[in-house]
């Protein structure tokens, strides 16, 4: 009996073990608040300001957009023209399906059968924008993300993300030097993070949306070691509902965002998933060793040996099963 239940939690401590190291990343990642490469508001010009262009300007000047082919639904259309209106000196690249795969194809044509089997087109978008922004560089926006002011400030960096509340970050505007190493390695980690995870939510976002680009960045950070490694964080409070805010959301968002919206919503309730989630799994141990027990006590016979009166429990904190034990 004795070696039985320590080889049972010996088991239990190694598949605990095996969970934890591997989501580890995701839980650091609920930790991190990205202030040691937030874009300060102090380090962005003020719309208008002539500190605009007097600085270095890593980034192309393109801006890069997806969509399955070259007519735009009605409701991105004002989000698309307020940053073509805005950039009218910047190259745009509108990334059809047929463009994204033709470019997949032709420059990296290892990845071609990974993203021709992707099982939804939304991991076709995801992945198509991190090859874009390794190859040419530029910036990515996606359609219902408007431009309020000219991008310039941001072409500064050599590569920037945006922070997503209450963590992680978004690839829903990214821009980048081509062949950045982050960008590099997110296109390498691709193939080794595609996974069928059975629910189509978990596999959009750990495969290629924002939940894989949060584990890849949180992991590369580790790595950086020069200025031109960094990406640098565009915090929300840059674009939220500031006068020199970059974006500014229009009605009619992706899927994406509300799917993002609702995976972000774990991590901003972390704690009581967390708990919920110590709560069930420590009910299904206990649950598997009360099953153990009972089997185990019923194949080596005492169970039928309970003296009358003392009724055997279930429940092996009662006494029923102690005076059982000893009558054996
Ligand atoms: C463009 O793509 C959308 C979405 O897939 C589709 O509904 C529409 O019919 C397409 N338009 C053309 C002209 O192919």
Same mark, same amino acid.
């Given at each position: 009996?004795?070696?039985?239940?320590?080889?049972?939690?010996?088991?239990?401590?190694?598949?605990?073990?095996?969970?934890?190291?591997?989501?580890?990343? $995701?839980?650091? $990642?609920?930790?991190? /608040?990205?202030?040691?490469?937030?874009?300060?508001?102090?380090?962005?010009?003020?719309?208008?300001?002539? $500190?605009?262009? #007097?600085?270095?300007?890593?980034?192309p000047r393109i801006i890069h957009q997806t969509w399955a082919n070259e007519s735009i639904p009605e409701k991105w259309? #004002?989000?698309?023209?307020?940053?073509?209106d805005l950039h009218g000196d910047y190259e745009y690249k509108l990334w059809t399906n047929e463009k994204s795969r033709?470019?997949?194809?032709?420059?990296?044509?290892?990845?071609?059968?990974?993203?021709?089997?992707?099982?939804?087109?939304?991991?076709?978008?995801?992945?198509?924008r991190y090859f874009i922004l390794s190859h040419y560089g530029g910036i990515y926006l996606d359609l219902d993300d408007?431009?309020?002011?000219?991008?310039?400030?941001?072409?500064?960096?050599?590569?920037?993300?945006?922070?997503?509340?209450?963590?992680?970050?978004?690839? /829903?505007?990214?821009?980048?030097?081509?062949?950045?190493?982050?960008?590099?390695?997110?296109?390498?980690?691709?193939?080794?993070?595609?996974?069928?995870?059975?629910?189509?939510?978990?596999?959009?976002?750990?495969?290629?949306?924002?939940?894989?680009?949060?584990?890849?960045?949180?992991?590369?950070?580790?790595?950086?070691?020069?200025?031109?490694?960094?990406?640098?964080?565009?915090?929300?409070?840059?674009?939220?509902? #500031?006068?020199?805010?970059?974006?500014?959301?229009?009605?009619?968002?992706?899927?994406?965002?509300? /799917?993002?919206?609702?995976?972000?919503?774990?991590?901003?309730?972390?704690?009581?998933?967390?708990?919920?989630?110590?709560?069930?799994?420590?009910?299904?141990?206990?649950?598997?060793?009360?099953?153990?027990?009972?089997?185990?006590?019923?194949?080596?016979?005492?169970?039928?040996?309970?003296?009358?009166?003392?009724?055997?429990?279930?429940?092996?904190?009662?006494?029923?099963?102690?005076?059982? #034990?000893?009558?054996?």
């Open positions: 009996m004795r070696r039985g239940v320590a080889l049972f939690l010996l088991i239990n401590f190694l598949i605990l073990g095996y969970i934890l190291n591997s989501v580890f990343t $995701l839980i650091t $990642l609920l930790f991190e /608040d990205c202030k040691a490469d937030a874009i300060l508001s102090s380090e962005i010009p003020a719309p208008g300001s002539e $500190l605009i262009g #007097k600085g270095p300007q890593y980034i259309q #004002k989000a698309q023209k307020s940053c073509l033709d470019f997949i194809e032709k420059e990296y044509p290892w990845f071609l059968e990974t993203y021709d089997n992707y099982p939804y087109p939304i991991m076709r978008a995801d992945a198509i408007g431009c309020e002011r000219r991008l310039d400030p941001l072409l500064s960096y050599h590569a920037w993300l945006r922070k997503t509340v209450p963590t992680g970050i978004s690839n /829903d505007a990214m821009g980048s030097v081509p062949q950045h190493p982050f960008f590099l390695k997110v296109i390498s980690e691709l193939q080794r993070y595609n996974r069928n995870w059975q629910i189509p939510y978990v596999t959009v976002m750990y495969n290629t949306g924002p939940l894989f680009l949060s584990v890849v960045w949180k992991q590369y950070i580790k790595t950086v070691s020069s200025e031109e490694q960094r990406v640098r964080i565009l915090m929300p409070d840059e674009y939220g509902n #500031k006068p020199w805010k970059f974006f500014g959301v229009y009605k009619g968002s992706s899927w994406h965002r509300d /799917d993002a919206k609702a995976i972000f919503w774990m991590g901003q309730h972390w704690g009581w998933v967390t708990f919920a989630g110590f709560a069930l799994g420590l009910s299904g141990y206990a649950a598997i060793y009360l099953i153990y027990r009972r089997l185990h006590l019923k194949r080596s016979g005492e169970y039928r040996t309970g003296a009358a009166g003392t009724a055997w429990s279930f429940w092996p904190w009662r006494s029923g099963y102690r005076r059982v #034990k000893h009558e054996v």
